[in-house]
Every structure is written in C-alpha cells, then in structure tokens.
C-alpha cells in the first residue's frame, strides 16, 4: 500500500470514505449519516466480531448513545453491575472480598453527574446496535469482505484502491474528499500514510477464555464488572461478557507462557476461580495477546484521519481503549459533517487532534500503569466527560429532561430567564449555521455558568464554545462566538439578517 499527494479529484464518488467497522469506525459513520452526509464504510472482514473483547461502556459513551435513542438497546445485552473491581480468592468467597474503585462512577455517583451510568455491555453486542442503527439511516453504504490496497491522500481529497478480499473481483478506485482509517492497531492505511507509532509494545502475555458457565449463582448480591481473583493456582480476572452467564477469564502468564495455557488447563483454573469444584466451564475461544500503549506520531495526513486503535493503542488496564474510540469516531465524525455541510471551515478540522490527543495520552499512560485500573472515579472522569456542560434536570412539557437534551446538532444557545436580547441577537445568524436557543431557570442557570444575563453557546458535543457576558453587545458578540466555533474568519454568511 502506498500514499502520496495528488490533485483534488474532479468528482468525488462519496464525501467520506471509512476505513473500520469497530466502535470509531461506526460511531464516525453514523455521525456523519445523522447529518445527512454521505459516507462509504469499508471492512476487510466478513462480518463485525463475534468476540466480547471489551465490556467496559464509560458514562461519557453513554450519554453519546443516549443522544442517538440507542441507550435501552445498548444495556439490552449486557448485565446489571456496580463498576468496581471486587477482590476475592474465588468467586464462591465474594462476600468476604473487598471493592476497589475502577476509575467509573458508582451508580450514586452516577446519579448525580450524569442521566446515565456506565454500561457492562460486550463489544460484540456493541457494534450490531451501531451497524444497524447505521444501516436505518440514508446515505450511507457499507461493505464488507473489503479491504483497502492502496491510498493516496493529498490536501484536497483522498483516492482509495479496494479490492474484495475473496479475490474474485478486479480492485476498483474510488475517490472522497476525506478519509477515516479506523482499521484497528495494525492499521494498514496508517502505515501507507507513512505515520509511525511511538510507544512501548509486548508489555505483557495475557490470555482469555471466553467461556459459558452458572457462575452468577456462586456471585449472589456481589454482582461487580470485574473480579479480582486471588487464588494462587488461578489468579487472574473474571469478566461478565454478555447475558446468560457468558464470561470471560483472562491470566498474564508469570513465567508460563501464554501458548502453555491450554483448554484444559484453563478450564482448571477457571474452576479453581469460581470456589465451585464441580464447575464444568464451556470454553468457546481462547485468546493470546500482548499488551502494547503507543501513540501515532500525528493524527493527520492531508485528508486522511486516523480514529481509534488507529491512532492510539491502549492495555486493558483502565477500560479505555474502547471508550477513547467511541470518542474519536463520533468527534470527527460530526465535525466532517459541519465542513461538509458548510456549517463550518474546514480549519475546524484542526480541533479533532487538538481536542483529542491530550485525552488519548493521558488513557494509554494510564493503561501502561500496572495499577492504571485502581483509580477513583474522580480522577478520571474529567478525561470521560471531556468538559461537557453540567447535566442537571430541568422540567419540559413531556417530562424532565437533562441539560445535554437541549443540546443541538447546530449550536446551542443556553440563556437563562432574560433571554430576549440573546434571542432577537440569534436571529440575525444566518440559516447556514444551525443555532437552537434554550431557555433556562435561573438555578439551573447558575449551575451551568451563566451569569445574571448573559447565554452560553455549545458545541453539539456539549463543550462550551462561548460564555457571553451579560454586559455584552448581544448580537456582535455572538456573531464573534459563532465565528469562533465554525472557526470562520469573517462574518461572511452569518449575518443575513438584522435583529428585531
């Protein structure tokens, strides 16, 4: 595979070719559909993972999949859990072990920060909600048994050689104006964009057992997202992956290489584990993998992106590496959208690695630490929650909503009660830049930063864009902060009309 620059395509086949049907790559493709704007999702494998991999769904995420209706289906295939890592000998021996904080809220905490919590929900239970959600929406093609065999990537447009991986067919070009490689840690169009990883690999041996056996029963009311077993012939982790005890094992090797846990020693200790000695597991995979915590040296090359493992690889430790995708895919995701809706400038797409990359280091640090799962949900959640604006309940006619459910897929202008000033100065923005106005109580006011008069404008993301003062000339003022985060240099196209 090889990149290099070329001339901006006459026609472009598709505005966004993608690259990945994973967590980024989804979450980029929806985002970009919801927006109306058409994308071509390309994968090399026949169909999306059957594996659980990850199970750990972060508030943050969460709250992305609440936006998009997707939060009872979500849970829908996972289990009912309290995020902490729970430390016993065995599973059986659960009420006399001890709860450690895993870096996500409590449901207490939950409740206060948030209208969701964090998911235990399975990878593999993940992604088909996605795929189909991605399908019910227009614009949008996907095709898999694809892969990528050759990429040139310039300023003004990418030009993509695929070819189906059956071989059966003749490659075929296709030309986009942007690219997004969320083609997993191995990423093939990041190594033709000629961008190195920087980082440590083969940290660590691990293996997993996916396997099925009744071991909520042994759990009781102990029901935890990770157990911490101490046994010493079988310490190593126990994971619920999914519904109807489907679980996962995983062991890093002290001295016994990976290759040397067979299924039949496995099945030994997952049965050691569990405090059951008659436990019969059901083994259905076992997996052999080493830990690695690298970063891309950049997250760009000319029209080319990189999302997801593409761009960062992480360990386990800390239930990250998903989550830091979902984030990628769905922040360029809508951001590709508003240049390509002409919402924004494309310098806006500078943001995405500005915005990005400092969260994506700080979580593979993190996962590089040997103790990076044991953190209290406060030091991390700022990382999670990306600095989005407060969540509190605010009344509606259908019901209490939460501040993020006034956010727009435009700007939000959130004023408190004296609003008019602020409303007849959103008039006068031109209808190319999408800005809803929401109205707030003065406490709820308050707790959002608003200051006696003054609004605040919001990204759809829920990152404050600007807060407005209440001394303000209203409407230059808030042509400057829609300037700002359009990243538009003039008021060119925003001021049509006058205010009344």
């Avoid at 769905?330 to 990359?357: F, H, I, M, N, T």
């Avoid at 989005?388 to 501040?403: E, F, K, L, Q, Y």
């Avoid at 830049?433 to 707790?447: E, F, H």
Wanted: aromatic residues 6%; hydrophobic residues 45%.
């Amino acid at each position: 595979m090889r990149a290099r620059g070329h001339a901006k395509p006459a026609l472009a086949d598709v505005s966004v070719l993608i690259v990945g049907a994973g967590p980024a790559g989804l979450m980029a493709a929806v985002a970009l559909a919801r927006h109306g704007v058409e994308c071509t999702l390309v994968e090399r494998r026949r169909d999306i993972s059957s594996l659980p991999r990850a199970t750990a769904i972060s508030t943050r995420s969460m709250e992305l999949l609440r936006a998009w209706g997707l939060e009872d289906e979500i849970r829908a295939g996972g289990t009912d859990v309290e995020w902490l890592q729970w430390y016993c000998e065995t599973l059986a021996q659960a009420p006399s072990g001890d709860g450690r904080p895993t870096g996500f809220p409590t449901r207490a905490q939950s409740a206060v920060i948030s209208p969701v919590g964090p998911a235990c929900v399975p990878q593999d239970h993940l992604e088909p909600v996605l795929l189909r959600h991605l399908r019910s929406l227009p614009a949008t093609r996907v095709e898999f048994g694809t892969e990528v065999v050759g990429v040139e990537s310039g300023s003004d447009g990418i030009r993509a050689v695929l070819r189906d991986v059956a071989g059966g067919g003749a490659a075929r070009v296709i030309e986009a104006r942007y690219l997004v490689a969320a083609d997993g840690a191995h990423s093939a169009v990041r190594a033709a964009l000629g961008i190195r990883m920087h980082g440590p690999d083969n940290l660590q041996e691990a293996v997993t057992a996916l396997f099925r056996a009744p071991l909520w029963k042994l759990a009781g009311e102990y029901r935890y997202g990770l157990y911490a077993i101490t046994h010493p012939e079988a310490e190593g982790v126990l994971l619920p992956a999914g519904r109807d005890d489907r679980w996962l094992y995983g062991a890093m090797p002290d001295g016994q290489r990976a290759q040397e846990l067979t299924a039949e020693t496995l099945a030994r200790r997952i049965r050691l584990a569990s405090g059951d000695a008659a436990l019969r597991p059901r083994i259905e995979r076992i997996g052999r993998f080493t830990f690695a915590a690298q970063m891309a040296e950049r997250f760009r090359s000319g029209s080319a992106f990189l999302v997801g493992d593409a761009a960062h690889r992480a360990t386990p430790r800390g239930g990250t590496g998903m989550n830091t995708a979902i984030h990628d895919g769905y922040d360029l995701g809508w951001k590709l959208a508003w240049v390509l809706r002409g919402w924004a400038a494309p310098a806006l797409l500078d943001s995405y690695e500005a915005e990005r990359r400092p969260v994506s280091e700080h979580n593979v640090a993190r996962s590089a630490d040997p103790n990076g799962t044991a953190r209290a949900a406060e030091q991390e959640l700022h990382a999670d929650l990306g600095g989005r604006i407060a969540h509190t309940w605010v009344p509606s006619a259908g019901g209490r909503v939460s501040t993020l459910d006034l956010l727009q897929p435009g700007l939000t202008l959130l004023t408190g009660p004296q609003h008019e000033r602020w409303e007849a100065a959103a008039a006068t923005v031109a209808p190319a830049v999408p800005l809803g106005v929401a109205r707030l109580d003065a406490i709820t006011a308050r707790a959002l930063g608003i200051r006696n008069t003054g609004a605040l404008l919001a990204r759809p993301d829920g990152t404050p864009a600007s807060w407005l003062a209440h001394d303000s000339d209203a409407v230059p003022a808030l042509r400057a902060a829609v300037r700002s985060a359009t990243a538009h240099t003039s008021d060119r196209g925003l001021s049509t009309r006058q205010a009344a």
